[in-house]
């Protein structure tokens, strides 16, 4: 092969690498990142919003999110910032779409998004197309749902009632407690361990008595108030622990509720 040949080749070459790399990045970048993906169902009846969205949602009140799923669901651990109709098992459409008129305050133009159990849960879908029947006009779905929120570290809150039933009955949850050394030798909840909020920057964490055997172990985190248990929760988030909820209220609820001295 002649010199010109060669050159000829060699530009071929880069030329069409060139050309595939542009391509990946364009595809790269129609596709987006994970947190802006949706599930793209066909022949929606409403439309779907991403993590990302769900975020920025939350951060600036652009609309109101709603759990569809039943109570006991919901205050076993739900997004962080949801609504919930509080919906037993057996309740009619019409009771649903009562209870969300209720946390819109009657304003069926009001922005919402419901979420629930994620792709293959139909809760979100039949409560959206409940209230776009009844004259909602601003309706969308987080199909995704609570699982990828999960997925993502995005925080989960767990209420009084979800964290009591668990605490009694869950025998593998584990469950940390977010005060001071202190605070915690003198009461705690019995079968806790402590992981000070404070200590946190000191590689208190990786001291922390971590369930490492098995990274879905259910883990419920509390402590003097909501922001110590949020801060917990946001340093195990950087971690790949996903199924993690805290509990937004005080130590002394939980305390008085689980009947400690």
């Given at each position: 092969m002649s010199r010109h040949a060669v050159?000829?080749?060699?530009?071929?070459?880069?030329?069409?690498?060139?050309?595939m790399a542009a391509s990946s990045i364009d595809t790269a970048r129609a596709q987006g990142s994970v947190h802006q993906a949706t599930l793209a169902e066909p022949n929606q009846k409403t439309p779907e919003v991403s993590?990302?969205?769900v975020r920025r949602i939350l951060a600036d009140g652009g609309a109101i999110l709603i759990d569809s799923r039943k109570r006991a669901e919901y205050v076993a651990g739900h997004i962080a910032g949801a609504k919930s109709p509080m919906l037993e098992g057996n309740a009619p459409p019409e009771a649903a779409v009562a209870a969300v008129g209720r946390i819109?305050?009657?304003?069926?133009?009001?922005?919402?998004?419901?979420?629930?159990?994620?792709?293959h849960c139909q809760a979100s879908r039949q409560l959206g197309e409940q209230l776009v029947t009844a004259g909602f006009t601003n309706v969308r779905r987080y199909q995704l749902g609570l699982p990828m929120w999960r997925t993502l570290s995005g925080p989960v809150?767990?209420?009084?009632?979800?964290?009591?039933?668990v605490y009694r009955i869950d025998q593998t949850a584990v469950f940390l407690d977010a005060r001071s050394d202190e605070e915690f030798s003198r009461r705690h909840l019995p079968a806790t361990h402590n992981v000070p909020a404070d200590k946190l920057a000191a590689d208190g964490l990786r001291k922390a008595p971590m369930p490492n055997n098995d990274f879905n172990t259910r883990i419920v985190l509390f402590g003097r108030d909501g922001a110590q248990a949020r801060a917990?929760?946001?340093?195990?988030g950087k971690t790949p622990y996903q199924n993690v909820s805290y509990f937004p209220?005080?130590?002394?609820?939980?305390?008085?509720?689980?009947?400690?001295?």
């Amino acid at each position: 092969m002649s010199r010109h040949a060669v050159y000829i080749h060699v530009v071929a070459v880069v030329f069409a690498t060139s050309l595939m790399a542009a391509s990946s990045i364009d595809t790269a970048r129609a596709q987006g990142s994970v947190h802006q993906a949706t599930l793209a169902e066909p022949n929606q009846k409403t439309p779907e919003v991403s993590t990302e969205e769900v975020r920025r949602i939350l951060a600036d009140g652009g609309a109101i999110l709603i759990d569809s799923r039943k109570r006991a669901e919901y205050v076993a651990g739900h997004i962080a910032g949801a609504k919930s109709p509080m919906l037993e098992g057996n309740a009619p459409p019409e009771a649903a779409v009562a209870a969300v008129g209720r946390i819109a305050g009657g304003d069926k133009a009001k922005p919402l998004v419901l979420y629930c159990n994620g792709p293959h849960c139909q809760a979100s879908r039949q409560l959206g197309e409940q209230l776009v029947t009844a004259g909602f006009t601003n309706v969308r779905r987080y199909q995704l749902g609570l699982p990828m929120w999960r997925t993502l570290s995005g925080p989960v809150e767990i209420e009084l009632e979800g964290i009591l039933r668990v605490y009694r009955i869950d025998q593998t949850a584990v469950f940390l407690d977010a005060r001071s050394d202190e605070e915690f030798s003198r009461r705690h909840l019995p079968a806790t361990h402590n992981v000070p909020a404070d200590k946190l920057a000191a590689d208190g964490l990786r001291k922390a008595p971590m369930p490492n055997n098995d990274f879905n172990t259910r883990i419920v985190l509390f402590g003097r108030d909501g922001a110590q248990a949020r801060a917990l929760a946001n340093a195990i988030g950087k971690t790949p622990y996903q199924n993690v909820s805290y509990f937004p209220g005080t130590f002394e609820e939980l305390a008085a509720a689980a009947k400690v001295d």
